[in-house]
């Protein structure tokens, strides 16, 4: 894509009054799109005054042309914005292609796990049951990824290059199907970080398996789902391990056709070990999250949401909603809550 292309699509969707999608370009041979979305939040935790920020907003350009009558080829072009930044920072940058095949995609971009993510309807607090990405960070810079889609099953494959220990080395696979009614995801994830010696720690590698599977299923105007998640995050520089599971129920139901409710129930659990898998450390959390959204249409949508947490977690972090809590963290029956709108273009 052209350079001065994205030098007058991206400044003028930013500084535009209306909302509507921008098509930069549309002929027989394919297309150029620019999408984004401005947020805002107001939130309160315990202990901690109101804060209002941007909310993870982004803006991109997708472009999409023909190569055959049988395969395309795309791109993706991804920035954040953010309310006390001069400068937009790159999210994702990915081309690929497409056909009867699936779709392959290359460079900057979400690996499966956490694309997928899993039984989360939150748009603030939820996740904390969902324990990956401690390792392979959820978003690489130099991965492939491939997705096959059909009637009867859904695949979902990722590898992430490390590049001499720049990043994480990934392997990821996933799969779907439909049982009964039910949709059913199961998947694995194995990364492993090459580090240098620091310290009074030798040079080695840190290697986090993570596992899980989900059931979801709609009823109606009600939707409901499952999960279960398992990570065991290992050193060969020391004798130590960290395990952790979590367990999560989920809904959603639609009140109108604009406005639906949601909520969670979320598990964690963690156990530090040494080299005799003696457990030296563990803990446990809840975390239970309660909201409404209303959407006006398909560009504007107001939503808030409230949470309880208990106890003590070994950190997670959720890319879906920009939260990230500290391994250690511990909440005393703490109440969290926030309020947000979303314009989509």
Same mark, same amino acid.
């Given at each position: 894509? @052209?350079k001065t292309l994205l030098a ?6 930013l500084l535009a009054g209306n ?7 549309? +002929? ?26 941007? !909310?993870?907003?982004?803006? !991109?350009?997708?472009?999409? =042309? ?26 994702? !940058?990915?081309?690929?292609?497409? #056909?009867?095949? +699936? ?21 603030? =607090?939820? #996740? ?7 390792? %392979? ?16 099953? =859904? ?16 392997? $990821? ?11 059913? /995801? ?15 720690? %030798? ?37 130590? $391990?960290?395990?952790? /599971? ?39 959390? /809840?975390?239970? =999250?309660?909201?409404?959204?209303? @959407? ?20 997670? %972090? ?9 391994? +250690? ?17």
């Amino acid at each position: 894509m @052209k350079k001065t292309l994205l030098a007058v699509a991206i400044p003028a969707v930013l500084l535009a009054g209306n909302v509507n999608a921008f098509e930069a370009y549309s +002929g027989d041979a394919g297309s150029v799109e620019v999408y984004g979305q401005l947020r805002a939040t107001l939130a309160k935790a315990p202990e901690k005054e109101l804060t209002l920020n941007d !909310g993870s907003s982004r803006a !991109g350009v997708n472009a999409q =042309y023909s190569v055959t009558d049988d395969v395309d080829v795309f791109a993706k072009l991804e920035y954040s914005i953010s309310y006390d930044k001069d400068a937009l920072e790159n999210r994702l !940058g990915n081309f690929g292609f497409s #056909g009867d095949f +699936g779709k392959v995609i290359l460079g900057k971009q979400y690996l499966t796990a956490d694309d997928l993510w899993g039984v989360d309807n939150s748009y603030f =607090y939820g #996740g904390s049951h969902i324990a990956q990405g401690t390792i %392979s960070g959820g978003k690489h810079d130099s991965a492939v990824r491939y997705i096959f889609e059909n009637d009867a099953i =859904y695949i979902d494959a990722s590898y992430a290059l490390p590049e001499d220990k720049a990043n994480a080395e990934v392997f $990821e696979l996933f799969g779907r199907v439909n049982v009964a009614g039910f949709d059913v /995801t199961a998947g694995v994830s194995r990364a492993e970080q090459e580090h240098d010696a620091f310290d009074s720690v %030798s040079a080695g590698s840190l290697e986090d398996l993570y596992t899980s599977i989900w059931v979801e299923r709609t009823f109606g105007d009600l939707s409901v789902g499952v999960q279960y998640a398992a990570s065991n995050i290992e050193s060969d520089a020391v004798s130590m $391990e960290l395990d952790r /599971t979590g367990y999560a129920a989920a809904f959603s139901y639609s009140v109108t056709d604009k406005a639906s409710v949601y909520g969670g129930y979320e598990v964690s659990e963690y156990d530090v070990k040494d080299s005799a898998s003696s457990v030296v450390e563990s803990g446990d959390a /809840t975390n239970v =999250y309660l909201g409404a959204v209303h @959407k006006f249409n398909s560009f504007f949508r107001v939503y808030g949401e409230v949470a309880l947490a208990d106890g003590t977690t070994a950190g997670f %972090s959720n890319n879906k909603n920009d939260w990230e809590v500290a391994p +250690g963290a511990t909440a005393d029956s703490d109440v969290f809550y926030a309020i947000g709108a979303r314009v989509y273009w």
